[in-house]
């Protein structure tokens, strides 16, 4: 489980370095300012880390039913949940409040873990 957490971390975060680095080099090229300060970055660690914890819950539910079919329904839910975007605008979903995040990264945890805790319970009961 770890190991998940960790490599989706890595990727999460990866990706928005780099699309952080290319609209740099686009301001670069276009002569206009853009700086990332390093406040965009702790908060971007933040929200990495809040949507890694969320994501832990279609796994965890697809691992309960055996079921890849219900891990990707249950990851397609929740990315329709996490990005509510109304039309006409362009940023007005739920993962940009870092509180909610917090929030919801610590139910997802509580969750993930009592389940792990009760399969793991269950299979040592049956030997």
Avoid at 9 to 19: D, M, Q, R
Avoid at 24 to 52: C, R, W
Avoid at 59 to 71: D, R, Y
Wanted: proline content about 2%; charged content about 5%; aromatic content about 8%.
């Amino acid at each position: 489980m770890l190991t998940v957490i960790l490599i989706s971390f890595i990727a999460h975060f990866t990706a928005h370095l780099v699309i952080q680095l290319l609209i740099k080099l686009v301001a670069v090229l276009t002569e206009s300012n853009y700086i990332p300060v390093a406040n965009q970055m702790i908060d971007l660690a933040g929200i990495t880390f809040g949507t890694v914890l969320i994501g832990l819950l279609p796994f965890v539910l697809g691992m309960i039913k055996h079921s890849t079919a219900i891990t990707m329904l249950t990851g397609l839910g929740l990315a329709a949940l996490l990005s509510n975007v109304s039309p006409g605008s362009l940023s007005n979903n739920i993962a940009d409040n870092l509180f909610f995040l917090i929030f919801a990264s610590f139910i997802s945890l509580m969750i993930t873990s009592f389940s792990i805790f009760n399969i793991s319970r269950q299979d040592i009961s049956i030997k």
